[in-house]
């Protein structure tokens, strides 16, 4: 009889370089929220199951690879297709509504990051000592205005130019999630804020 012979495993592909490192960061955003800038490659290699000098491999150093995740976390891509499948909903009350719990969203990841990182001693902006332009929260935030901006249309029949209207509504959302340091404790939920800005803060019956 023929011997029986054990198949081989087949050795999965290689990764390529940008997909290792795109995986390093995956597996360190979450890290990022719990140690910040504190996190250890230790940790980092552990919870993305590769050897820690894999790390080093795929970044200068520790400090490329927080900046990366750093980016990452503060871009609003997913927010953005939020918005853009706001689109599908037949009122403007609630296309608003849908837009408002997606900037909500990244301003608290954004909060999140920033606090976690402020208590590590770590400065996204820095760079090999120096401080550069930075683009970041301010600039998603420009994007995330620019794409609310764009669930206004013609029938609408707004006092202001579109842009405008996305702006003062951002600013109601901003200011509605400022608790304490002077601002009070009280806040809107998402619906009473949309009410708010298409109606005013009189009710009807004045």
Not at 62 to 72: F, G, H, N, P, Y
Request: hydrophobic share 40%.
């Amino acid at each position: 009889m023929p011997e029986e012979t054990t198949p081989r495993r087949r050795r999965a592909p290689a990764m390529s370089p940008e997909d290792r490192r795109e995986a390093i960061v995956q597996a360190t955003v979450p890290l990022l929220f719990t140690h910040g800038a504190n996190v250890t490659t230790s940790q980092i290699a552990k919870a993305a199951g590769i050897a820690e000098g894999t790390v080093f491999r795929a970044f200068k150093d520790k400090q490329e690879l927080i900046r990366t995740c750093v980016q990452a976390i503060l871009a609003a891509d997913a927010e953005l297709e939020l918005i853009d499948e706001a689109r599908a909903a037949s009122t403007l009350a609630a296309r608003l509504s849908w837009a408002i719990s997606a900037v909500s969203g990244y301003l608290d990841r954004m909060w999140a990051l920033a606090g976690v990182l402020r208590e590590s001693g770590f400065d996204p902006r820095e760079k090999h000592g120096e401080h550069g332009e930075h683009h970041g929260p301010q600039a998603e935030m420009q994007r995330l205005s620019e794409r609310v901006a764009s669930l206004f249309g013609p029938e609408d029949h707004l006092r202001v130019d579109p842009s405008l209207a996305a702006r003062l509504l951002l600013g109601l959302v901003f200011t509605n999630r400022m608790q304490g340091r002077g601002f009070g404790d009280a806040t809107a939920d998402v619906d009473r804020l949309v009410e708010v800005f298409l109606h005013g803060a009189l009710r009807g019956d004045q």
